[in-house]
């Protein structure tokens, strides 16, 4: 949970919306729509936009916001589309809206608390000119009949091992390996497609124990400070015995470059990596036991920015 004291936990982005998190429903006609938010972890907040009908939620958008130093950024993936991101313009006590004004429809989504137990939703923004403002709006409603999809049945029953994963990395940068052992069938595969040019697969937790030490050893050289670490399942699509999870996880840490590798010597940055993975896993007398990961996608971030997606800089480190 995001957890910070004092002037630092009323200043980050995440501790100023949790008004948010919860269930907010609307109903038209015979359709009921659920918008969930759940609690932040460190640097992120998950959200889900289901639609329902004849009491079975079918998960049809997956929501993140997401901190990227001070910034908050709003990401959106429906179905079957490609993910949009947001950065916020206003994020208040009863507010929040974000923007992307390179987006077609819409360039800009809001949430307004106008009432304990009521919020309003407004996308708007056509690039094209033809689409007006859309307003929604939400009651406040209890979750407990929300999670009745398989799908969300199997999220139910692998938070826990998640969040192992979560509570693991708060001590050590690379524990997620081990993770990954702990929890491997027999067979199973770790596969790194993320970077050209470096695609691994490795069927050993010995081998993967390995990965993290390299990792671990290469980090030690900045001297990293306060580490944070969050693994978050986005999605999740089961079937029968066997389940499918799409995970962020995110590193962040800070350090002085004393040596003025990045810009001037002495100043403090922040920096960290953003990874992205499926986990395949099957249900085996009552437990869940994981048959591979894919890891599919790989951002570096610095102080605020991203300046690495899969292994292509995107912007020079700061100077």
Known sequence: MLAPSGAAAQSHPLA?????????????????AVERWYAPRRSMMLGTSQSIRDGVARETEQLRLVTYGDTLVYDAHPASQARTQFRAREVGATRLVFANPDHDFPQQISYTLVAPDSLVAVVEGDRAGRRPPQTFQFRRAECGDVDMSPSLRARAELEALYGD????????????YDWFGAYAAPGYAYVRWALPGSEVTVTDPAALRDIGQRIGTSLAQLRPRAPRYAALMERVRAAGDTAEVLVSGRLSYRFTDDAGRFGTAGREHERGTVERWIDSWV????????????????????D???????????????R
């Open 16 to 32: 100023r919306v949790s008004w948010l998190v919860g269930c907010w429903e609307r109903t038209v006609q015979n359709r009921r």
């Open 165 to 176: 994963l979560d509570r693991a990395d708060e001590q050590a940068f690379t524990a997620r």
């Open 283 to 302: 249900r085996h007398n009552g437990a869940w036991r994981l048959v591979r990961t894919w890891v599919f996608s790989d951002e570096v971030f610095m």
């Open 304 to 318: 605020g920015r991203v300046i690495v997606r899969d292994g292509r800089p995107l912007a020079a480190e700061p």
